[in-house]
C-alpha cells in the first residue's frame, strides 16, 4: 500500500539557517504529494503540494520537487525564521486515502 | 481569516446509538468540504466530500452518511454505531477550485463500547 517516511526530528536550527527536511514515499500510480504544516495552537494546514513528477510546490519560501527517480519530496527552505517554528508533514493522496508521515518538528532560535 | 471549528473533541457511544459530528467553517463561502477518518494505524481516508449545499459524494461504502444543511456546515451521522466506527475523525476544507484539503479541524477521537 501507498505509505510515507519522514525524516524525524526535532530539528533545531538557528534564524536564516538552511532547511531540509527529508520526505521519501512508497506507491502504486502517479500519487499528489503535499506538505502540512501545523503551528502552534491550530490545525494542520496545506502548505504546498505537486501533483505530477518534476512539479516544484512553492509557498511561503519553501519549495519542495517530485522526484518520481528516487521516489522523494524533500521540503526546503533556504533561510528560515523564527515564526516557521512548526511541525511538518509530508503526505501523499492517493486510491481516495491521504497518507502522513509522523510529521517533524521544527524549532528555530533567533 | 478563515477558521473550521469540529465539535465535539472526543466522544463515547455505545453500540447501536446513533452519531452526529458536526464542522463550520468560517471566513470563507463555498468551500468544498471533506470528512476523514483515521483508523488505528492507517492513513486518513477520505469518507465524504461536499462541493455545494445538498451535494454529498460518498468515497467508500459504510455505515455513516452526511450532510450538508448549510453552506459551511458539514455534518456526519450514523443511526447504528458499530464497533467498527471507532477512530478519528477530521474534517476539512478547500478553497472550491481546489480538489484537496487545504485545512484541517481539530478531529473527534470517536470510541464505541
Known amino acids: 500500500g501507498n505509505s510515507v517516511t519522514q525524516m524525524e526530528g526535532p530539528v533545531t536550527l538557528s534564524e536564516e539557517a538552511f532547511l531540509t527536511i527529508n520526505c521519501t514515499y512508497t506507491a502504486t500510480g502517479y500519487p499528489s504529494l503535499f506538505w502540512y504544516v501545523q503551528y502552534p495552537g491550530e490545525g494542520l494546514q496545506l502548505l504546498l503540494k505537486a501533483t505530477k513528477a518534476d512539479d516544484k510546490g512553492s509557498n511561503k519560501g519553501f519549495e519542495a520537487t517530485y522526484r518520481k527517480e528516487t521516489t522523494s519530496f524533500h521540503l526546503e527552505k533556504g533561510s528560515v525564521q523564527v515564526s516557521d517554528s512548526a511541525v511538518y508533514f509530508c503526505?501523499?493522496?492517493?486510491?481516495?486515502?491521504?497518507?502522513f508521515g509522523a510529521g517533524t518538528r521544527l524549532t528555530v532560535k533567533p | 481569516s478563515q477558521t473550521i471549528h469540529q465539535w465535539p473533541a472526543t466522544l463515547v457511544q455505545p453500540v447501536g446509538s446513533p452519531l452526529s459530528l458536526e464542522c463550520t467553517v468560517e471566513?470563507?463561502?463555498?468551500?468544498?468540504l471533506y470528512w476523514y477518518r483515521q483508523a488505528a494505524g492507517r492513513g486518513l481516508q477520505l469518507l465524504f466530500y461536499s462541493v455545494g449545499i445538498g451535494q454529498i459524494s460518498s468515497e467508500v461504502p459504510q455505515n455513516l452518511s452526511a450532510s450538508r444543511p448549510q453552506d459551511r456546515q458539514f455534518i456526519l451521522s450514523s443511526k447504528k454505531l458499530l464497533l467498527s466506527d471507532s477512530g478519528f475523525y477530521l474534517c476539512?476544507?478547500?478553497?472550491?477550485?481546489?480538489?484537496?484539503?487545504?485545512?484541517f479541524g481539530d478531529g473527534t477521537r470517536l470510541s464505541i463500547l
Open positions: 503526505a501523499l493522496s492517493g486510491n481516495n486515502d491521504m497518507r
Open positions: 476539512a476544507w478547500s478553497v472550491y477550485w481546489e480538489r484537496q484539503p487545504q485545512h
Open positions: 471566513g470563507t463561502s463555498n468551500p468544498n
